[in-house]
């Protein structure tokens, strides 16, 4: 799984530092849970002096030589990578050609935000193999597994794909996890965690800070957001004791004492975001939160704000 690296042009630019690859970590996580092992490659850069400058630009991320020894050294026959934001998919494009430059045979699979949105797209580009639409633990895990079996990929649920005629063909929809809890916690050992977490953040009162979602989707309608190319209109929270789990889990094993809650809305559901409050202000834990999505307001009531600020949220 590569966690892709960010472009932008050379005369104007501001440093991308890497953003932990959370999606993947989920997708990593429900994979060891079925018995499926894989790796997590980043391919972004945590010092500014690493970047590479090609042309009129600036990439924040390893070398198409570095890429291409991770695809000789690892020879995988499935690399997914995750492809959230439409202004960085041009990046993304690229990783998949230095892919196939060294083995034609490796099936990329895009996945995320701009990947759902615009899988017909995507397609056209011959070094792009399949498309997860939507939730991806599920149908990544249906896929890989077909993929090494050397199985047909044509009836998985929740992709994209182009059939022997060029035709984009986009299968069933797969149907949501509706038992977040099922879902393993983000894989972070996986990964070298520490190197994602904050510190020396402007915004943040403590450090390290670390990020959760605590639940996915949302109902609204707001004309300018693409949650629902991922989550539809279907809103899904985890139980207040798994979410604290995690917390519990991340202070205890990489000192984090602030949280960032990144659900698209948090607080749909009153008595479960009441009783996360609750459960962080019962096991005592001495955290600081935020909400930096945002949080829908009329969601929220004067009694459940005060437990908001007495478990630990600022802003």
């Known amino acids: 799984l590569f966690n892709p690296y960010y472009t932008q042009f050379r005369s104007y630019y501001s440093y991308c530092r890497p953003a932990l690859p959370i999606s993947l970590l989920y997708i990593a996580g429900y994979l060891k849970k079925h018995s499926l092992d894989c790796a997590i490659k980043e391919l972004g850069i945590f010092d500014i002096e690493d970047a590479v400058k090609k042309g009129q630009s600036v990439r924040?991320?390893?070398?198409?030589?570095?890429?291409?020894?991770?695809?000789?050294?690892?020879?995988?026959?499935?690399?997914?990578?995750?492809?959230?934001?439409?202004?960085?998919?041009?990046?993304?494009?690229?990783?998949?050609?230095?892919?196939?430059?060294?083995d034609p045979n490796v099936k990329v699979i895009l996945g995320g935000n701009h990947a759902s949105s615009f899988a017909s797209q995507i397609l056209k580009n011959r070094n792009i193999d399949i498309i997860v639409i939507g939730e991806g633990e599920a149908t990544f895990l249906e896929l890989a597994r077909k993929i090494l079996n050397e199985e047909l990929t044509d009836d998985v649920e929740g992709i994209a794909y182009l059939d022997r005629n060029n035709k984009v063909i986009k299968t069933k929809a797969r149907q949501f996890i509706s038992n977040?809890?099922?879902?393993?916690?983000?894989?972070?050992?996986?990964?070298?965690?520490?190197?994602?977490?904050?510190?020396?953040?402007?915004?943040?009162?403590?450090?390290?800070?670390?990020?959760?979602?605590?639940?996915?989707?949302?109902?609204?309608?707001?004309?300018?957001?693409?949650?629902?190319?991922?989550?539809?209109?279907?809103?899904?929270?985890?139980?207040?004791?798994?979410?604290?789990?995690?917390?519990?889990?991340?202070?205890?094993?990489?000192?984090?004492?602030?949280?960032?809650?990144?659900?698209?809305?948090?607080?749909?559901?009153?008595?479960?975001?009441?009783?996360?409050?609750?459960?962080?202000?019962?096991?005592?834990?001495?955290?600081?939160?935020?909400?930096?999505?945002?949080?829908?307001?009329?969601?929220?009531?004067?009694?459940?704000?005060?437990?908001?600020?007495?478990?630990?949220?600022?802003?």
Request: glycine letters at 8%.
């Open 180 to 315: 977040l809890d099922e879902i393993p916690f983000p894989l972070v050992e996986i990964v070298n965690y520490k190197q994602y977490l904050g510190k020396g953040n402007p915004f943040a009162l403590r450090s390290p800070t670390a990020c959760i979602v605590s639940s996915r989707g949302c109902p609204g309608k707001c004309v300018y957001c693409t949650v629902s190319a991922v989550w539809g209109r279907v809103w899904r929270g985890r139980s207040p004791k798994n979410v604290v789990d995690e917390i519990e889990s991340l202070m205890k094993n990489y000192q984090v004492s602030e949280f960032a809650f990144l659900d698209d809305s948090a607080s749909v559901d009153r008595k479960r975001w009441e009783g996360i409050c609750d459960e962080i202000i019962r096991r005592k834990l001495d955290i600081k939160w935020t909400t930096p999505n945002g949080i829908a307001h009329w969601t929220l009531t004067k009694e459940i704000i005060n437990k908001m600020k007495e478990s630990g949220c600022y802003r």
């Open 60 to 102: 924040f991320g390893l070398s198409d030589e570095a890429i291409e020894g991770i695809i000789k050294n690892e020879m995988p026959k499935i690399v997914g990578i995750t492809c959230m934001y439409s202004i960085y998919f041009k990046d993304v494009v690229e990783i998949a050609g230095t892919i196939k430059k060294v």
